[in-house]
T-cell receptor, first 111, second 115 residues
Framework: QKEVEQDPGPLSVPEGAIVSLNCTYSNSAFQYFMWYRQYSRKGPELLMYTYSSGNKEDGRFTAQVDKSSKYISLFIRDSQPSDSATYLCAILTDSWGKFQFGAGTQVVVTP | NAGVTQTPKFQVLKTGQSMTLQCAQDMNHEYMSWYRQDPGMGLRLIHYSVGAGITDQGEVPNGYNVSRSTTEDFPLRLLSAAPSQTSVYFC??????????????FGQGTRLTVV
């Protein structure tokens, strides 16, 4: 069983809609949770990270962690065609920088 | 600002051939890693290194070798290519060094096809 589970999608939404992405994880000891964005034929880039439980907001993006449910979410408000990408959740599994990634969800925002 | 540089970007190999994927970073990062990305599987860790001279296996190490002689370089060797190794390979680096860090910097990837 993978430590991080993520629905691969694809998820298609109209421009302006709210995009909701989520992952579940298995180990309650994990504390750092990240979301990476990957455009087609590019390497992933860090979008946001959160520590422990709670919310973090950055412009149109909000990341949430619910440690009681072992559930992490990313919301994209007022989605734009430029948000079309694959979004990968990731968890830091040791202090040296070892990450466990979800499968990634492909998001398509249509004009 | 080069960041993490991978070469080549594309490669076609015949079954049984060997090759080395190159990865170099100019950020003085201690931690480097290799992932493969396959449809529906996400990024899977092949090998990683916490510093020069120190490497360890990840989730899917079979068929791959690594070495880390310098902080900057972390090449990945395919010993005898198999069609199952057709994938996109990403090299990544992060600060490491025992401090908590939350960002891995990725290269642009190498698309490998084994026929």
């Amino acid at each position: 069983q993978k430590e991080v589970e993520q629905d691969p999608g694809p998820l298609s939404v109209p421009e302006g809609a709210i995009v909701s992405l989520n992952c579940t994880y298995s180990n309650s000891a994990f504390q750092y949770f990240m979301w990476y964005r990957q455009y087609s034929r590019k390497g992933p880039e860090l979008l946001m990270y959160t520590y422990s439980s709670g919310n973090k907001e950055d412009g149109r993006f909000t990341a949430q962690v619910d440690k009681s449910s072992k559930y992490i979410s990313l919301f994209i408000r007022d989605s734009q065609p430029s948000d079309s990408a694959t979004y990968l959740c990731a968890i830091l599994t040791d202090s040296w920088g070892k990450f466990q990634f979800g499968a990634g969800t492909q998001v398509v925002v249509t004009p | 600002n080069a960041g993490v540089t991978q070469t080549p970007k594309f490669q076609v190999l015949k079954t049984g051939q060997s090759m080395t994927l190159q990865c170099a970073q100019d950020m003085n990062h201690e931690y480097m890693s290799w992932y493969r990305q396959d449809p529906g599987m996400g990024l899977r860790l092949i090998h990683y290194s916490v510093g020069a001279g120190i490497t360890d296996q990840g989730e899917v190490p079979n068929g791959y070798n690594v070495s880390r002689s310098t902080t900057e370089d972390f090449p990945l060797r395919l010993l005898s290519a198999a069609p199952s190794q057709t994938s996109v390979y990403f090299c990544a680096s992060s600060y490491g060094g025992g401090s908590l860090n939350t960002e891995a910097f990725f290269g642009q990837g190498t698309r490998l096809t084994v026929v």
